[in-house]
């Protein structure tokens, strides 16, 4: 069972925080992108979906990538995308479901900014999912058991973050101010 919140104190003064990325991890479904958004937005900061900026830099669409090169390929391109927008600083990026795999990745976040874990119900995600065709590792079946099985796989990889936040019953805007309290309160 994930629990709704675990913050690790989170010591970054203000100057910090402008000087520092916010990394929101977690599986696909769970609102990276849409909460990232938001984020950014209240922060006045930039905002970096990983995924799209892979795809930007490819010129092909993840699946594709997946389909003509194979996994391990899609991580390399992600593990560089990541290095470039972590040697930036001051935004809030939107990380792939599995960029937290790599040891290298989560070093990187951690070295280099705050590392927010969303999460959510298998229900509330294989839901979110069941809108969007463009997820190559569920392609065909974004069954509750699949989506278990590599939750089960990636746990011990987003819990290792400053701070979890469940997102299965929260709006998106409810979400970005947990978030933003959060880090305010270690202010």
């Excluded at 629990?3 to 977690?26: A, D, M, P, Q, Y």
């Excluded at 280099?112 to 839901?127: P, Q």
């Excluded at 069941?130 to 278990?148: N, T, Y």
Aim: with cysteine; hydrophobic share 45%.
């Amino acid at each position: 069972m994930i629990r709704s919140i675990r913050v690790r104190l989170l010591t970054l003064s203000h100057v910090e925080v402008l000087l520092k990325n916010i990394f929101l991890t977690g599986f696909m479904g769970c609102g990276k992108t849409s909460v990232g958004r938001v984020l950014s937005a209240r922060l006045g900061c930039d905002f970096v979906d990983l995924d799209q900026a892979i795809v930007r830099e490819a010129g092909v669409s993840i699946k594709e990538i997946f389909a003509s090169q194979g996994e391990p390929a899609f991580r390399r391109l992600e593990s560089q995308a990541l290095a470039r927008v972590a040697a930036g600083a001051g935004a809030v990026v939107s990380t792939g479901g599995g960029a937290v795999i790599a040891p290298e990745n989560r070093e990187l976040m951690r070295q280099t900014g705050s590392i927010v874990n969303l999460t959510a119900s298998i229900g509330a995600i294989a839901a979110r999912l069941s809108r969007d065709s463009e997820r190559p590792l569920l392609e065909g079946d974004a069954s509750a058991e699949r989506i278990r099985s590599m939750l089960e796989a990636r746990e011990q990889f987003y819990a290792d973050a400053d701070l979890r936040i469940d997102t299965t019953a929260k709006t998106i805007e409810a979400v970005a101010a947990e978030i933003l309290g959060s880090l305010k309160g270690c202010l």
